[in-house]
Each structure stands twice: as structure tokens, then as C-alpha cells.
């Protein structure tokens, strides 16, 4: 059972109401390998407010346990706590947004998320499907370039340092690919395998 806290609904009704029942979408995407990404990525996009040089000196596992490593972003987003102590109150109310505004996406399963999105929102679409098509399976296909030929894998120390750091998202993930698996067959009409 999910008890809704106030939060929640002080949170959505500034998005939401009675004449708006909105949803909206979100790609998510194992909570290490988004904090890995956000590593490098702010090693070197000079461009970026955020841009952090010193990074590029830091092993993965001292910037985990620095305060420079995000931690628990998406379960911040959603309740709109940036700062601060994260409670498990807090991880309930992300999840019931979830649960209850949001068409989830996985980025391991990003051709299936996209058509998903397509699909639920009536996007027109100006090229042909072949070239869509195209398009994003070579962007798939070339994953992450932050995320190649890196050291870090499941297991080691540097992994468990950035698990440690973002609890909260990693419950979050795992309702996430939940919600995803329900929405394909209750949206979509997809059963069994073709729903994961």
C-alpha cells in the first residue's frame, strides 16, 4: 500500500489539475551509469555551468565519495528536493508520480521507449519510418561514449561507492522498469516478453 503525503499533492498540483491531467515522459537509465556519465561529462563540456576540471584528476571512486558526485537526482527531481536529507516518505511520492503522470522510458530499451512515446502522444512524423528508424538505432548503437571501455563494472569498489550515494534512485530504477513492463500491457496491449 502507498500512503500519498501531502508533498505529493503539493508537488503535482503545481503541475496538474482537474482540467489538466497531464503526463509527461522520462528516460531512465541505471542510476551508476548515469552518475559515471555525468563524470565524465563534467570533466570536460567546458560549455557546461556545472563544468568541473578538477574532475578530470579524480578517480570514479573519490568523486563517488565527493561532494561533487550527484546523488539521488531523479528522486530529487520528481519531489522537487534539491538539497537536504532525501526520506523514505520522499521516495514513496516519487514513486506515486510515477506511477501516476509519467509514460516511463528505458534507456536499455530506447528504440522501444521511443516508439512508446511516438505512439502515446500522436507525434506526426515528417521522415519516412525507415529513416527514423535509421537514425536511432545508430545512436543506440553507439551507445554512451562516456561509458566505453571504462573499468567500472558491477562489483567493484567504485560501483559500490556510487550505489551507496544514490539509494533512493536505485529503488527507484527497479519501480521504474516495473512500471514499464505494466504500461506496456495496459497502454500499449503488449503481453508477456513484448511488454518488457
Known amino acids: 500500500e502507498i500512503i500519498i503525503s501531502p508533498?505529493?499533492?503539493?508537488?503535482?498540483?503545481?503541475?496538474?489539475?482537474l482540467t489538466y491531467r497531464g503526463r509527461f515522459f522520462a528516460l531512465f537509465r541505471h542510476p551508476v551509469d548515469r552518475a559515471i556519465s555525468?563524470?565524465?561529462?563534467?570533466?570536460?563540456a567546458s560549455w557546461d555551468p556545472m563544468y568541473n576540471p578538477s574532475l578530470k584528476g579524480m578517480s570514479l571512486e573519490y568523486y563517488a565519495k565527493s561532494g561533487s558526485v550527484e546523488h539521488n537526482w531523479m528522486t530529487r527531481f520528481l519531489?522537487?528536493?534539491?538539497?537536504?536529507?532525501?526520506?523514505?516518505?520522499?521516495?514513496?511520492?516519487?514513486?506515486?508520480?510515477?506511477?501516476?503522470?509519467?509514460?516511463?522510458?528505458l534507456y536499455e530499451k530506447l528504440e522501444?521507449?521511443?516508439?512508446?512515446?511516438?505512439?502515446?502522444f500522436g507525434w506526426s512524423?515528417?521522415?519516412p519510418a525507415e529513416q527514423t528508424s535509421a537514425c536511432r538505432s545508430a545512436v543506440i548503437q553507439a551507445g554512451d561514449p562516456r561509458?566505453?571501455?571504462?573499468?567500472v563494472s558491477p562489483g567493484s569498489t567504485a560501483w559500490a561507492a556510487l550505489a551507496a550515494v544514490n539509494q533512493f534512485?536505485?529503488?527507484?530504477?527497479?519501480?521504474?522498469?516495473?512500471?514499464?513492463?505494466l504500461q506496456g500491457e495496459q497502454i500499449f496491449g503488449l503481453g508477456g516478453a513484448q511488454s518488457n
Open 125 to 127: 512524423q515528417k521522415q
Open 147 to 151: 561509458l566505453n571501455n571504462q573499468e
Open 7 to 17: 508533498q505529493f499533492y503539493l508537488v503535482s498540483s503545481s503541475i496538474f489539475d
Open 38 to 44: 555525468m563524470y565524465h561529462y563534467l570533466a570536460t
Open 112 to 120: 522501444h521507449s521511443m516508439t512508446r512515446f511516438h505512439i502515446y
Open 79 to 105: 519531489v522537487n528536493k534539491h538539497g537536504g536529507k532525501l526520506e523514505k516518505e520522499d521516495m514513496l511520492v516519487a514513486k506515486e508520480i510515477l506511477r501516476t503522470k509519467c509514460l516511463v522510458g
Open 169 to 181: 534512485d536505485l529503488e527507484l530504477y527497479e519501480y521504474a522498469k516495473v512500471i514499464y513492463k
